[in-house]
């Protein structure tokens, strides 16, 4: 019996085969290199690329751009927006909040009132005890120890309280002065007026 000869072709694979492998790597390469530049894109770091001629039928000059190519800058990422201005609500140590006022400016004067002498001995919000005979205060906001000018536009009478409690919470009254803050206004005979309020520089030593 003849032996068995191989049917199978040894011929080298053509060259249009060959350039169609070698266009499959660049394409899987180029991909590869897209992909990193997406990443790098969010990282926020810049890339560059390099333009490199090629000849389509050049077998050799496609292997090589796929090997060296650098990945082309990121542009399919929306641009970040520009920051919001944003109005600064500062916390401090000493409670409440400061609605962005300065020692020295005008705050927003309204109708002020003051607490009675049944309240005496009560503790206030930063823990203090009441003392009507003190010139103390309450303020919704402005932080715990800030000094404040109440000026009765009535008569020009002005007197310098302390804040050490919060409230008032009735109505639009914008302040509760002490009784003996209030005698010094001429608030005590009339229960509540208009008042205008300014913040004072801290004091210091």
């Not at 002020?112 to 003392?131: H, M």
Request: hydrophobic share 35%; charged share 20%.
């Amino acid at each position: 019996m003849a032996p068995l000869v191989s049917t199978v072709s040894t011929r080298p694979p053509s060259r249009r085969r060959r350039l169609r492998a070698t266009l499959g790597r660049a394409r899987r390469k180029a991909a590869v290199a897209t992909g990193v530049a997406l990443l790098a894109a969010g990282a926020g770091v810049a890339t560059t690329s390099t333009p490199v001629v090629l000849d389509a039928p050049n077998v050799s000059a496609l292997e090589a751009t796929a090997e060296h190519a650098t990945p082309p800058p990121a542009t399919l990422l929306p641009p970040v927006p520009a920051e919001t201005p944003i109005t600064t609500v500062s916390h401090t140590a000493e409670g409440g909040t400061d609605p962005g006022s300065s020692p020295g400016q005008a705050l927003e004067g309204g109708t002020a009132s003051y607490y009675g002498a049944e309240l005496a001995g009560n503790p206030t919000a930063n823990g203090e005890t009441f003392d009507p005979s003190e010139l103390t205060a309450a303020h919704r906001t402005l932080p715990f120890g800030t000094r404040v000018r109440v000026t009765n536009p009535g008569n020009g009478e002005s007197v310098v309280v302390r804040i050490n409690d919060r409230g008032p919470f009735h109505g639009d009254r914008v302040i509760d002065v002490s009784t003996a803050a209030a005698k010094e206004i001429g608030l005590k005979q009339a229960g509540t007026l208009e008042v205008d309020l300014e913040r004072l520089p801290a004091v210091r030593g």
